[in-house]
């Protein structure tokens, strides 16, 4: 067998580098300023790759800023995958997504960025935490434990709500984020039909700690 791969595993590779690059580069001016005017140019040169390479990936800028906008929400789900993989009750599920929101905008601020400032228009995206959270709230509806009758509808609130999170995390950086958090999860299980005193017990269970 040869040693290396062949050279078109190689060449896709690389291809594959240089189209994360653009959208890493495209991440950083969402999180920093939100402002998509940049010219390709400016964004080739943060990504340190040529000009002509950006055409090779991405028809236009728009493209490329969805691109970057479905990869932050995309590894924002992820994360909760792996943080919240043993846990069973729908209604600690939506609590934790709750606070560890909050604590992601100190751990993962340049992701929480782009979250607040486009997050609202992939609140039902395919990508990233909605499909879960959907799923978590199906689950809870069918199961007895929401009174919920519409996942979707319940989807946006929980969705607008966390949205604000994150938004009040970065604007008020001198407020406790995981209290703000958790009462905020308070609300939103006595919303979805917990009963006070477990929406409060569930919303203030232990966490996983964020690296």
Do not use: C, W
């Not at 100190?106 to 499909?131: C, F, I, K, T």
């Not at 709230?137 to 069918?142: D, K, N, P, S, T």
């Not at 995390?169 to 209290?179: I, M």
């Amino acid at each position: 067998m040869p040693s290396s791969a062949p050279p078109r595993n190689r060449f896709e590779r690389r291809r594959a580098e240089t189209r994360q690059a653009l959208i890493r580069a495209a991440r950083q001016i969402l999180a920093e300023t939100g402002d998509t005017s940049a010219s390709i140019q400016a964004i080739a040169e943060r990504a340190d790759v040529g000009f002509g390479s950006f055409y090779n990936h991405f028809e236009s800028k728009t493209e490329l800023f969805d691109a970057a906008v479905v990869d932050a929400l995309e590894e924002f789900g992820q994360t909760f995958d792996e943080r919240l993989a043993g846990i069973d009750d729908p209604a600690e599920l939506v609590a934790a997504g709750f606070r560890l929101s909050a604590r992601m905008a100190d751990s993962h601020p340049e992701l929480m960025q782009v979250l607040r400032r486009r997050g609202l228009g992939y609140l039902h995206s395919e990508n990233g935490l909605a499909p879960r959270a959907l799923r978590d709230l199906e689950a809870g509806i069918a199961s007895g434990r929401f009174t919920a009758l519409d996942p979707v509808v319940a989807l946006s609130a929980l969705g607008g709500t966390l949205l604000s999170l994150v938004e009040l995390r970065f604007t008020r950086p001198d407020l406790d984020g995981d209290e703000v958090a958790s009462n905020l999860a308070e609300m939103v299980l006595r919303m979805l039909g917990l009963p006070s005193g477990d929406a409060g017990e569930v919303a203030r269970r232990p966490l996983p700690d964020l690296d």
